[in-house]
T-cell receptor, first 112, second 112 residues
C-alpha cells in the first residue's frame, strides 16, 4: 500500500463548480498534513496546511479525519486559474526529523 | 526576497558524465531536501540534510551524492552510476515540521 494515495483524475469541471479531492494515508502516527498545488512543469507550492479541526482559506476548505486517515480538499466557485495538479502531503510521523511524503497528485481542469 | 534558487534550469548530460545541480537558499532554514519527479509520478526523496555537515539517504539515493558544507547550499551530484537520470529535480528547505517545504523552481535534466 502506498503511504499517500490520491485519485489521479483528471477532474473536469466547469467554472463556478464545487469540486472535492480525497486522500488517504497509511501511517497513523503522521502529524502534519498539507495540500500543495503544482502547475505544469513548475515546482509545487504550498496551498494550505490541514488542521484537525478543519480550516478554510477563501474558496478552499481542508478537512482531516484521523480515525479514517483521510484528508480532503474542497474548492468552491472554481476558476480557470485553479487548473493544476493538487498534491496531498503527509509528514510520516517518524520521531525527530520531518520528512514529507507526497501523493502522486490529482489533476483538475476547469473549463469556461 | 528570501527563497531557494536552483541552477541551471535545464541541463543536458552525456552518458557516463557526472553533473552537479546547484541549490542555494537564503531563508535561514536548517533542513534541505532533494526530490526527483518523473512524468505522472509523485516526488521521490533522494537525500536530505538536517544540519550542516550532515545528510541522510532518502528512498532513491543510489547513483546520487550530496554535500552540505554551508547552511545555504546543498548541491546534488548525479553520477554515471544513476542509470535513468532524466527527470525533474526539486530542491526544498524547511524550518519546522509544521510549516511544510519551500521549493526551488527545479532543474530538468536530460541525458543525450
Amino acid at each position: 500500500r502506498k503511504e499517500v494515495e490520491q485519485d489521479p483524475g483528471p477532474f473536469n469541471v466547469p467554472e463556478g463548480a464545487t469540486v472535492a479531492f480525497n486522500c488517504t494515508y497509511s501511517n497513523s502516527a503522521s502529524q502534519s498534513f498539507f495540500w500543495y498545488r503544482q502547475d505544469c512543469r513548475k515546482e509545487p507550492k504550498l496551498l494550505m496546511s490541514v488542521y484537525s479541526s478543519g480550516n478554510e482559506d477563501g474558496r478552499f476548505t481542508a478537512q482531516l479525519n484521523r480515525a479514517s486517515q483521510y484528508i480532503s480538499l474542497l474548492i468552491r466557485d472554481s476558476k480557470l486559474s485553479d487548473s493544476a495538479t493538487y498534491l496531498c502531503v503527509v509528514n510520516t510521523g517518524d520521531t525527530g526529523f520531518q520528512k514529507l511524503v507526497f501523493g502522486t497528485g490529482t489533476r483538475l481542469l476547469v473549463s469556461p | 526576497d528570501g527563497g531557494i534558487t536552483q541552477s541551471p534550469k535545464y541541463l543536458f548530460r552525456k552518458e557516463g558524465q557526472n553533473v552537479t545541480l546547484s541549490c542555494e537558499q537564503n531563508l535561514n532554514h536548517d533542513a534541505m531536501y532533494w526530490y526527483r519527479q518523473d512524468p505522472g509520478q509523485g516526488l521521490r526523496l533522494i537525500y536530505y540534510s538536517q544540519i550542516v555537515n550532515d545528510f541522510q539517504k532518502g528512498d532513491i539515493a543510489e547513483g546520487y551524492s550530496v554535500s552540505r558544507e554551508k547552511k545555504e547550499s546543498f548541491p546534488l551530484t548525479v553520477t554515471s552510476a544513476q542509470k535513468n537520470p532524466t527527470a525533474f529535480y526539486l530542491c526544498a528547505s524547511s524550518i519546522d515540521r509544521s510549516y511544510g517545504y519551500t521549493f526551488g523552481s527545479g532543474t530538468r535534466l536530460t541525458v543525450v
